[in-house]
T-cell receptor
Framework: SAVISQKPSRDICQRGTSLTIQCQVD?????MFWYRQQPGQSLTLIAT?????????ESGFVIDKFPISRPNLTFSTLTVSNMSPEDSSIYLC?????????????FGQGTRLTVV | SQKIEQNSEALNIQEGKTATLTCNYT??????LQWYRQDPGRGPVFLLL?????KEKRKERLKVTFDTTLKQSLFHITASQPADSATYLC???????????FGPGTRLSVLP
């Protein structure tokens, strides 16, 4: 299993500002994943963060808006830049553990962001 | 196009009954499918995995079926309890075997 600590758990931010979300894992992992979950909707993958290289962003997400850091194998940050009300969402970090022929996802508790 | 659908956004059932949730997918060929539970203000938590060569998997009061012909998985909670109230998400690995793809979830409410 994996224990993931994510903070802040929630925040209310002003339009045009930025928020950095931190994610700490209790063991070393190669890849960390950042998701967005808008109200009533499922998880959408923002990007995959590998240690020592630039994050890989999914369609519709760009580095200027969601810069990611991955300084070591247990930690990552996601910044939501120049926020607008449309960025109000829950942001989750995730890691995967691989078993025999399968992977299992573990999640942090999420960051509920409200932009006003 | 590829998509995952879950039968309903919300499902209300009476305590003690069996809850059945449906997950349908299109244009995926998953080697396995997973079900997660998500409580308000929390991240999803893994419940069960079923592989493409398995028809059924059980874990305590939970049962999952997987029909690769119908491209459908059913998730059953027997003898449901109010504590089972949560959102349940199905998930599969994309066709590149790299990223998880999650369904929209079904919010289950078990009424006492």
């Amino acid at each position: 299993s994996a224990v993931i600590s994510q903070k802040p758990s929630r925040d209310i931010c002003q339009r045009g500002t930025s928020l950095t979300i931190q994610c700490q894992v209790d063991s070393q992992v190669t890849m960390m994943f950042w998701y967005r979950q808008q109200p009533g909707q499922s998880l959408t993958l923002i990007a995959t963060a590998n240690q020592g290289s630039e994050a890989t962003y999914e369609s519709g997400f760009v580095i200027d808006k969601f810069p990611i850091s991955r300084p070591n194998l247990t930690f990552s940050t996601l910044t939501v830049s120049n926020m607008s009300p449309e960025d109000s969402s829950i942001y989750l970090c995730s890691v995967e553990r691989t078993g025999t022929g399968y992977s299992e996802a573990f999640f942090g508790q999420g960051t509920r962001l409200t932009v006003v | 196009s590829q998509k995952i659908e879950q039968n309903s956004e919300a499902l209300n059932i009476q305590e003690g009954k069996t809850a059945t949730l449906t997950c349908n997918y299109t244009n995926y060929s998953p080697a396995y499918l997973q079900w997660y539970r998500q409580d308000p203000g929390r991240g999803p938590v893994f419940l069960l995995l079923i592989r493409e060569n398995e028809k059924e998997k059980r874990k305590e009061r939970l049962k999952v079926t997987f029909d690769t012909t119908l491209k459908q998985s059913l998730f059953h909670i027997t003898a449901s309890q109010p504590a089972d109230s949560a959102t349940y998400l199905c998930a599969l690995i994309d066709n590149y075997g790299q990223n998880f793809v999650f369904g929209p979830g079904t919010r289950l409410s078990v009424l006492p």
